[in-house]
C-alpha cells in the first residue's frame, strides 16, 4: 500500500509497503530440469558427542523458557493458556535427562505444582480449568522420574486415577458425566470429546508403575495391526 503524508515545510510525502505471503506451486516444484544437478545428500553427524551436545542445547533451552513465575506456557484452549499441564509434561523430560541442571528445574516445578490447589484435589490444565486426569498423570510422572514416593496429595492423585477408569478400561481427560457441565459453563460442546477415553490419556497413566496393570489392557486392544495407535 502507499500512504500520503503533507507537512506544510516539506510538502507531500508517500511511503510505500510492500506485503508478501508464501504459496506453493506443484507446477513448479514437480520437475527437476534436466541440467540442473542434484543437491549432494546432507552428512549428518549422529555420533554420542554431538548428540550429547544437542541434548545440552536442548536443556538448556527448556529451562530457558520459562516465565517469571517458574511455569512453562503452552497453547491457549477454552480456560486459557496452559501452565500446570505443560509444566509437568516438560519437567518430566528434564527429570530423565538427568543432569544437573535439568533435575534442579524438575525438582522446582514440581514444588510449584504441589502448592498448585489444595491437598485433595488434583490439577487441571491450568488454574481456571478443572482437575483432569491428563494433568494428573504428567504430576506423578513427574515425581515418579524423580524418585518421589507417592505420599500425601501424589497419594491421593493415584488413588484419583485408580477411580477413574472408564467402562471400556481406558482414560478419559475428563469423566464423562463432566460432559453436560463443562458444555454450560464454557458455552460449548467443543470438549465433550475429551470426556471420552482416549489413548494418549491412558498412556499418560499406564506410564506410572502403580497404575500400568489397570490400564495396560486398554491399550493393548487399541493397537493397530501395524503396531501403531
Known sequence: GISFTYAPEKGFTATGALGFEATWHPDLTAATPPSAKASP??????SIKNLERAIQTAIRSLVKGRGQGGWWKDFRGLGGMSDAWVTAYIATSLAEAGTPESLKAAQDALHLLQNRRGAIEVWGFNFVMPQDADSASWVLRLSQALGIDPTGRLAFATRFLQDRKNEDGGLATYEPGDAARLSVFFGTTALAGQCHSHDGVTAAAAGIYRLAAIY????RNRQQPDGSW
Open 41 to 46: 545428500p546432507v552428512q549428518r553427524d549422529f
Open 216 to 219: 495396560k489392557d486398554y491399550l
